[in-house]
């Protein structure tokens, strides 16, 4: 009887052990919640607090008698002078704003838990935000402190210099939680390819489906021994597509992106909330053929599915050209590569925006800054991220570290010292990683930064001309899949069995497998996830008037 | 399986069972012998790879001899060996104090709950073995550490969680019920001994190998640990060695994954002869160092299997 028991009782502990494990992965959105929840009496208090003293003292509106030590919670890993540079920003800061701020780093290992980790402690005050670090959904679920009022009473220069329509997009169910950096950065994903092989063999610029075509099969005609494309499952993990060579059909639809819309949805950038759908298309069915041309053509390896991306294979001279996942500064990176190792190779760059007219910078959520929620002294912490951004010494340690130590200005270019000098730099450009804290107005180009900023100024231009001039409607949509998460997980599935071989050409039948692909996916409960995504996704183009 | 069935049959007629035998040892040294290769191979890759030119490694993969043989990584490396030298030294560190204090208050808890007279020992040994069952989760742990106990940033952080664990508590108690008998403390105890000369002169003199089985456990656990680092250090200077090494290269994935996001640098990223020479440099004493204290791994496991 007793040892019955016993059993009976190991088997439920057993159990709930399994189920605690189940649960456990949960509990980082579930603490979150918690707090936002048991925090939001405390910052009603501080914003009562702040009304008070707006009508108490309507133009100096802080007040700076104590002093203040705040936190700020950074990605990455910290520069080796991390102390040196502290102690010269917190002189500064001292003098201007009577408070002090350490520096903590996130380092890279586990940064997404970390991350979520360092909010739900509250151990930070100023924390650096983004997309990628799922601001919209930290927000909403009451991670930051909102700054609307804060902004006008507490950094009115600071509300100026980043302007409202910027501020717009970080905005979070009508309220501001985040303030975004001031440099429009332009990350249009684009072709790399090398400009000495193209001018060798007169072949076209690989600025179309076709001519990237021509140019590739130009090289296989005359080059039989170089391998052409790298190309993997990489850089195509989320529901867009699921093999990297697909992002070259970027030239013929704009919404072949990285923020275009998921699940084979559709939408052109004039009619955002006109959602349509591609992968039922015929034009679906003919892409795919043109893949399997290419791959039939041997563009990518036939393994290419089950290869590892090798990101300096072009570097290598393992490809010709790179059509995933590139940007303008990763073109400034392959130039001062190829010149380095000074092999006569050229590299050069076109953005798919370039040929299908589509392009605009960064959203305003891509590096921000926001306010914990918990932190004893938001207002100050405000102040000081006004600071930080608007002046200009302060702004300069912060990126730079100390003139003449770390760097030095030379016909208005920042150069390392300690770079020049051949040895390792103790605090490189940003060696914060504070990427939030860019100052458009003031941002010190370094020397390759002139190429970038040619670049970017050509985008400035081509994207002054689009319905939205200049700004990135899609990267500020955050998507809620709680409702449907098993569906989604299906369908993700489906994409990389099914769409992955099909969008890399390495089926027989083209017609039999986008058939079997469209059932599959189907099945798998594409027209649910497909429903609530078009709901979200219009509710969020009429929210911010994207229409 | 038909191995075994041959050995039955066979046992009672000597010729056929030698035949048998042959063939299981036969198969077992062939399997033990894949199995060794299977462990050893990837060692050998990552030190020959370490000894490679990095654009060799790149443009014609591994080997399992090195290519164009050169130690221009390990250059690399002790160029500026202040960070790795660090991250030894604050290995070491952790290694020592925890597993010294560690193995004091495992044993010294063993001891206690493996005394009869001892009234709640059962309701101890329970409360400890349960938190082997049910744990609280990352995020509770987490704001314990962070938040309750304020050792964020503190070296404290790294070696006090993993002090002891519920595992090791028994191990040494099962130890300690096997190795001393009854009559042995009985018997001091009749000569005047309480309980700390018993435990220091007639039970630890003893517990040999139950010290080098747990000693190695936590030890080892302390060697290769890098998650606490991870959680709680906001410093490099107080990292783990395998915590340096793991973030070196989470590093570069990231910054590369990163840079489709950010204008950021990427260059001075690691090459793969580096990350190769790193890992050889932070796994090469322990693998000169394990062979010696090896056999006391396992005797002392399957001595305490065998009693428990």
């Known amino acids: 009887m007793k040892k019955k028991l016993l059993s009976a009782v190991m088997t439920l502990a057993l159990l709930a052990s399994v189920v605690g494990c189940g649960s456990g992965s949960q509990s980082a959105a579930g603490a979150l919640d918690q707090q936002g929840v048991s925090e939001i009496p405390a910052t009603e208090a501080t914003t009562e607090t702040a009304e008070t003293t707006e009508e108490a003292a309507p133009a100096a509106a802080i007040d700076l008698s104590e002093q203040v030590d705040l936190v700020f919670y950074v ?148 080059e039989p021994n170089q391998p052409l494309l790298a190309v993997t499952t990489e850089e195509s993990q989320g529901f867009k597509t699921a093999f990297d060579a697909a992002w070259a059909l970027n030239f013929k639809y704009s919404w072949v992106n990285i923020n275009g819309l998921d699940y084979g949805l559709t939408a052109n950038y004039d009619t955002p909330t006109d959602v349509y759908d591609y992968w039922f298309s015929d034009d679906f069915v003919e892409d795919m053929k043109l893949m399997k041309k290419w791959a039939d053509a041997g563009f990518w390896s036939k393994s290419a599915l089950s290869d590892t991306n090798n990101s300096d294979a072009y570097k290598n001279g393992l490809c010709v050209a790179e059509i995933a996942g590139q940007n303008p500064n990763k073109q400034v990176t392959a130039i001062a590569d190829f010149t380095n190792a000074g092999e006569g190779w050229e590299s050069a760059y076109v953005a798919y925006g370039e040929t299908n007219g589509v392009i605009y910078p960064g959203h305003a959520t891509q590096n921000g800054t926001a306010v914990v929620r918990g932190c004893k002294n938001p207002e100050r912490a405000l102040y000081v991220i006004q600071t930080l951004l608007c002046d200009d010494e302060v702004n300069a340690i912060l990126q730079y570290g100390i003139k003449g130590t770390h760097y030095d200005v030379v016909d208005g270019i920042y150069k390392n010292l300690q770079e020049e000098a051949g040895e390792t730099p103790t605090f490189p450009y940003e060696g914060f990683n504070t990427w939030n804290m860019r100052n458009g107005d003031t941002k010190l180009p370094q020397a390759t930064d002139v190429a970038l900023q040619e670049m970017f100024d050509k985008y400035a231009k081509l994207g002054e001309k689009t319905k939205f001039p200049n700004v990135n409607i899609y990267d500020g949509f955050s998507e809620n899949y709680e409702a449907y998460s098993a569906e989604r997980s299906a369908v993700g599935n489906v994409m990389r069995q099914y769409l992955a071989p099909l969008q890399a050409g390495l089926v027989d039948d083209v017609d039999a497998a986008v058939e079997d692909f469209r059932t599959r996916v189907k099945d798998a409960g594409l027209d649910k996830c497909r429903e609530e995504y078009t709901k979200q996704w219009v509710a969020y183009c009429e929210e911010y008037d994207y229409k | 399986m038909s191995n075994d069935k041959d050995f039955e049959i066979s046992a009672p007629r000597k010729i056929k069972k030698s035949v048998g035998t042959k063939t299981f040892e036969g198969i077992s040294y062939l399997l033990l012998t894949l199995g060794s290769i299977i462990c050893v191979l990837p060692f050998i890759i990552i030190v020959s790879g370490s000894f490679t030119d990095n654009t060799t490694i790149l443009t014609k993969g591994y080997s399992l001899l090195p290519r164009d043989f050169t130690f221009a990584a390990y250059q690399t490396i002790f160029k500026s060996p202040k960070d790795i030298i660090q991250a030894y030294k604050m290995n070491v560190y952790y290694t020592v104090v925890g597993t010294g204090l560690g193995l004091m208050m495992i044993t010294l808890t063993g001891y206690v709950i493996s005394r009869k007279e001892f009234k709640y020992r059962n309701t101890i040994s329970f409360l400890i073995y349960f938190t082997s069952i049910f744990g609280g989760g990352m995020i509770p742990w987490y704001l314990m550490y962070a938040n309750v106990l304020n050792l964020k940033g503190h070296t404290l952080a790294i070696w006090f969680p993993a002090l002891m664990s519920p595992f090791l508590v028994i191990l040494m108690r099962t130890f300690i019920v096997g190795a001393v008998p009854d009559a042995i403390t009985e018997s001091a105890k009749i000569d005047g001994a309480g309980h700390f000369t018993i435990f220091f002169r007639i039970v630890l003199p003893v517990l040999k190998p139950g010290l080098a089985t747990v000693g190695l456990f936590l030890a080892l656990g302390y060697w290769n640990d890098w998650y606490r680092s991870s959680m709680f250090s906001t410093n490099s200077s107080t990292w783990q060695l395998q915590f340096y090494l793991y973030d070196l290269l989470n590093a570069t994935t990231a910054m590369k994954q990163m840079a489709s996001n950010v204008s950021m640098k990427t260059a001075d990223l690691p090459t793969e002869s580096v990350k190769l020479a790193m890992a050889v440099v932070a796994t090469g004493p322990v693998l000169l160092f394990y062979p010696f204290v090896q056999r006391f791994f396992v005797s002392g496991i399957t001595v305490g299997a065998v009693k428990g």
Do not use: H
């Open chain 1, 75 to 222: 990605m990455g890993d910290a520069p080796q002078d991390e102390e040196l540079v502290e102690e010269a920003l917190n002189e500064k800061l001292l003098e201007k704003c009577n408070a002090t701020v350490d520096m903590q780093f996130s380092t890279w290992t586990d940064f997404q838990q970390k991350y979520a980790n360092e909010i739900t402690s509250q151990g930070a005050d100023l924390i650096y935000i983004a997309n990628w670090l799922n601001y919209g959904q930290l927000a909403s679920s009451g991670a930051f402190e909102e700054l609307d009022d804060m902004l006008d009473t507490v950094a009115p220069e600071l509300k100026a210099l980043v302007g409202d329509s910027a501020l717009g997009m970080c905005k979070v169910g009508g309220k501001i939680y985040a303030i975004p950096n001031t440099w429009p950065e332009y990350v249009s994903n684009g072709v790399k390819y090398r400009e000495d092989l193209r001018a060798k063999y007169d072949l076209p610029v690989p600025d179309s489906l076709e001519n990237l075509e021509a140019y590739l099969m130009g090289i296989k005609e005359n």
